[in-house]
Structures are given as structure tokens and as C-alpha cells.
């Protein structure tokens, strides 16, 4: 009984310190890798590891903190391997907050990235366009986004040693941007520079809301990315981000929106992510030999 009433005292920060701890913990334990980059897989990159040098794979449920992943598309697993020489630590799928889960549950990957060492981050996803110039299948880096899920990851008691009122003035670092512009430029891909609308879904947009998004900025709209930036800066970490346009926004597209749609672009532009997390990795590996100036 005095058990029971001891672990009901402990805070719910003392919780997560404790799984974030023990993370970091397995991840130590199961491999002699100790990457500098780390890279998020979302809906149309879960292929990019193929022909990857494979270290160590660990489902997520096998992590303390770690919540299960729902949505298709999603793995659920870390991956650690080496990519051209090059050690990347590797989140392949994610969960989401409209699957249920609190915006604090769905950045905890972030936090353990940040302790395991990681200095840059690289998240992907899928996203619906809402600039004209973006046609399904093309790729926008992100430049800049708009929160309007409703909420922030920030809020609460800041972590210890972090900032509470994080500035996202570069929220997306210009170095890490440019070289995923390069790496794609270089294979002749298709892609942009765009601002990301981060809304809570799961529900697709209505035209309305679209029309509104363009006049707000925003070149596509998508329910991840932002929340996981946010955290990153708050970590320190050095944050960019490549989304695919999986569909066209509401209103921009003829035939109703669904996911279906959605994984059937991203198998189809499998090989050009693949080619693109490709070329750019082996390109951050040569500007850390040179430094980052």
C-alpha cells in the first residue's frame, strides 16, 4: 500500500525524466553509433533506409515514453545505421495528436534525440498543397510555418536548464535548408522553398479554410512537423524540414481527399525521397568535414 501511494506522488515530470532517461539508456546500450544527425520519416519516406548499412532497429514499444504508432504508413521503430559512412539516428514513423495523444507525448522522441547527442534534425511528412505553383509530388522545404493546432508543445514548466519563451525567428536553419534544396536540385526534382500550416486534424480542410490559409501564406498544410520544431528548438537542436505534396489542398482537387490518396503519391515518388534523403546526407556528411561556416 505505502508503494502504491508513493509512485501516485510522483509528478507526471518526474515520469517523463525517468523514460527519457531510460531511453536514451537503450539506444546507448544497443549501439557503438553515436550520430550527429537525426532524420524523422513521415508519410512518403518510409522507404528511404533502403540499401542503408543497419546498425540496430528498436520498435518503439520497446522505449519508455514512446506512444504506439495508429496511422498507415507509420513503422514505429528507431532505426540506427550508417548512410555513405555516414551514422544516422533514425525515427521511422511518428504519432500524431490527433490520434489522441497530448502534443508532450508526440515531441518525446525530440527530447531523446536531443540527450542521445543529435545536434540536427531533419523531419519529413506529407502535406497538402495550397500554393499553385506545388503540383502532387513535388517536394517544399520548409521556411517558415504557422501554428494553428490550437496549441503549443512549450507549455508547462520548461524542462531543466531550457528556455520557456523559445525564439522561432529561425526556426529552420538556412545551412541544413540549402542542402536539401541542393541535394534535390541536383537530382532535378522538383521542389521549393514554402511555409508549412500546421492544423490538429484528422479531418482534411474545407475550401474556405484553404482559400484563408493562402491568404494567410501558407504554400501547404499538413498536422506534424511544427510542434516537433518547436520542442527541437527548445533542445537546442538545429532544426529542417522536407515535406512531399501528397495531394492537392481542398478546393485544388477535383476528387475527395482521403489517405488512400495520399499513400498512393508517396509510393509513387518512393524512389525520389529515397534519392533525395540520399544525396542530402551524404552532402551534410561533407560539410561537417569542412565545418559549417
Partial sequence: MDGKRKSRGISPALTRLRSLKKAVA???????????????????????????????????????????????????????AKCQGIPVLTFCGRAHFYEGYSLEQTTFFVRVAAAFGIQDLVITSAVGGINRRFKAGDLMVVRDHINLMGTNPLRGPAPPGMDRFVDLTRAYDDVLSRLLLQ???????????????????????????IRAFARLGADAVGMSVVPEVMVGRQAGLTMAAVSLIANLAAGRNRQPLSHAEVLAIAARAKTRTQELIRAFVGLYGARRKVGWE
Fill in 26 to 80: 537503450i539506444l546507448e546500450q544497443r549501439s557503438s553509433l553515436r550520430p550527429t544527425l537525426a532524420l524523422v520519416l513521415g508519410s512518403g519516406f518510409q522507404d528511404c533506409l533502403a540499401g542503408w548499412e543497419v546498425e540496430t532497429e528498436i520498435p518503439y514499444d520497446q522505449l519508455p515514453g514512446f506512444p504506439p504508432v495508429t496511422v498507415a504508413g507509420h513503422a514505429g521503430r528507431v532505426v540506427v
Fill in 183 to 209: 541535394a534535390a536540385r541536383g537530382l532535378r526534382l522538383r521542389a521549393g522553398p514554402g511555409v508549412y500550416l500546421a492544423v490538429s486534424g484528422p479531418s482534411y480542410e474545407t475550401p474556405a479554410e
